[in-house]
């Protein structure tokens, strides 16, 4: 067995291999450190991994060929039909765009091409964000800054059940870059029906666990922000927190050398959530009038920090935006590719999944092309399927982190699947139109 490493060649797939310091693709942590053992085309987690990355990179293979109509067909086949769907369409919508920034980067030129609507399958989750920094900006830390210097993390979300190795590389890590022995951290829960699990080991100080309804956080860190400002509170009691909680809450956020405060946007799944992070956002800022305080937004999961900021940096503008016009529109209403199916105002839905099986295309009527990993579930067969390799095991790649300060290598492992990169499918289809 042999270790190989990024930048060299791929084994023939009959041989086995292993393969070291894999970046992983099946969320926004993108964690580096996997070690993925290859047999065939058989993959296994061997080293590092959590349960969502053995459960992305050990599915098995399935044969799958591209198809028209539910008929297998060429990839020359397929690619012509969905030529003739995009250009017959009135309005192409491009969405799911679970891809890697080649991917993204394609798919965004032929938005522009074909002056369609570009969405990701996430944007409604990172729209809660984005409403935020557009109207009163906010104070961001990353995951390195995180894990080498906070001392309080406050944390908002099930962080657990979405980057279940969240807490062993940013929390519970023993060392941190200034010191072999760093002060203990303090981690406070504040929502309900979190995975609390992962906050152990010798790193972990204190654990306060604050019971309150996901959807009533903003109330309690209003509440904050009036204590921080000298108010009194209107009642003893702030969504079920009792004053007193709420009090040594602030305490520790004021005893803090650097507090991060922790969510994820599909974590905050209610209405008006974008108004939890905007509540967050301010009191981040007033403690950072006096001392160190950052937010830590995580998310990013099938790729959608990489298409947020692929479309930002060829558009100028965040997710949801059409080239109907000829020029780049933003509208997050507008151009929400759920409202635009409902409504019939487009015809054509190209739908990009490469990661997993489960980001499926919405069910539609409406004329569909699907550029899909080899098991992606479908409610119905779509009128083009085109599978296509997933990037980080089938090909290489590049893909942005949930801070969206760095962008990770992704690795060919060699299983040679025979599967086409996203990217070349794109480049053959936007050739023909
Ligand atoms: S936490 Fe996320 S990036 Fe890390 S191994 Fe698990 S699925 Fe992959």
Request: aromatic share 6%; hydrophobic share 40%; proline share 6%.
């Amino acid at each position: 067995m042999s270790a190989s490493q990024a930048g060299a060649p791929s084994a023939p797939a009959s041989a086995a291999q292993t393969h070291a310091h894999v970046t992983c693709p099946f969320c926004g942590l993108r964690c580096d450190d996997l070690e993925i053992a290859r047999s065939g085309q058989a993959l296994s987690v061997t080293r590092n991994g959590c349960d969502k990355a053995k459960a992305g990179f050990e599915r098995p293979l399935t044969a799958a060929q591209p198809r028209v109509g539910g008929k297998t067909v060429s990839l020359g086949e397929a690619i012509a039909e969905a030529v003739a769907l995009i250009k017959k369409a009135k309005l192409p919508a491009y969405g799911g765009l679970a891809t890697d920034v080649d991917g993204m980067r394609a798919i965004m030129s032929i938005a522009d091409k074909s002056r369609g609507v570009v969405d990701h399958a996430f944007s409604e989750a990172q729209g809660r964000n984005i409403k935020v920094l557009q109207t009163s900006g906010y104070f961001m830390t990353t995951l390195t800054e995180a894990r080498n210097r906070a001392d309080l993390f406050i944390i908002a979300s099930d962080v657990h059940r979405f980057h279940p190795r969240f807490f062993e590389r940013i929390v519970c890590n023993e060392k941190s870059m200034f010191a072999d022995d760093p002060p203990k951290r303090t981690v406070v829960f504040l929502g309900e029906g979190y995975d609390t699990s992962a906050a152990t080991g010798t790193r972990i100080g204190d654990v306060v666990t604050i019971n309150c309804p996901t959807h009533r956080i903003g109330e309690v860190v209003s509440a904050l922000r009036t204590l921080k400002k000298g108010a009194p509170l209107p009642a003893d009691t702030i969504a079920g927190v009792a004053k007193a909680q709420i009090e040594d809450l602030l305490a520790r956020c004021h005893k803090a050398e650097y507090g991060v405060i922790v969510w994820v946007p599909p974590g905050l799944d209610f209405p008006n959530a974008d108004l939890t992070v905007h509540q967050i956002c301010e009191f981040v800022k007033d403690l950072n009038v006096t001392q160190r305080f950052a937010g830590l937004s995580l998310g990013g999961n099938e790729g959608a920090s990489t298409a947020a900021s692929v479309c930002a940096w060829q558009s100028g503008y965040p997710l949801r935006v059409s080239f109907e016009t000829g020029a780049p529109h933003y509208d997050p209403e507008l151009y929400a590719i759920p409202a635009l199916i409902a409504s019939k105002q487009t015809d054509c839905l190209v739908w990009l999944s490469s990661f997993t099986a489960d980001l499926s295309p919405p069910a539609t009527d409406i004329a569909t092309v699907v550029l899909g990993s080899h098991d992606l579930k479908l409610a119905r067969e779509p009128e083009v399927f085109i599978p296509v390799g997933t990037p980080g095991i089938d090909h290489r790649g590049q893909l942005v982190r949930c801070d969206s300060v760095v962008s990770l290598p992704l690795r060919d492992l060699g299983r040679d699947a025979g599967l086409a990169r996203t990217v070349d499918v794109l480049a053959a289809i936007e050739a023909a139109l």
